[in-house]
């Protein structure tokens, strides 16, 4: 993540003939070598971009979050049901995920529906959902006849 406090003092650095520093630092190297090459626009660039730093570095920011792999409520859920042995109540999934109860009820039941999950209450009145293609065996073994 970009800290707009470096914008800042790279973005000044271009009043004493460094200029372009601030484009490299946010991601923007082709603009970052024509700020160098003219020193920032004549100085109007820099200017420009030292006004508006923090609407650089937000936009940069953002740029670096978009490109994050983001999970989905699915993966979440195989994972956390790996984790346990195949077995996961929807409590558990709305603590180690980011999905509140309900939203963890509806991706438990769609799952079910679409045939990868099984559906029971326990002894205790939880509802779990067991997912056996996660269950811990031992490998499978090839017979030979």
Do not use: W
């Amino acid at each position: 993540m970009r800290n707009s406090g470096i914008g800042y003092i790279l973005c000044a650095l271009g009043f004493v003939g460094i200029a372009g520093l601030h484009r490299f630092y946010l991601g923007k190297p082709m603009s970052g070598l024509l700020y160098f090459m003219t020193g920032g626009l004549f100085g109007i660039g820099t200017l420009f971009d030292l006004l508006r730093m923090q609407t650089l570095v937000d936009a940069a920011n953002f740029h670096v979050l978009v490109g994050k792999q983001l999970t989905s409520p699915e993966r979440d859920i195989l994972r956390i049901a790996k984790k346990n042995n195949s077995v996961v109540t929807v409590q558990m999934v709305a603590m180690e995920s980011n999905l509140s109860l309900a939203d963890a009820k509806k991706e438990l039941d769609t799952l079910r529906v679409q045939g990868y999950c099984t559906h029971d209450v326990d002894e205790d009145g939880v509802e779990i959902y067991c997912f056996q293609g996660l269950r811990a065996k031992s490998p499978l073994t090839q017979q030979t006849t």
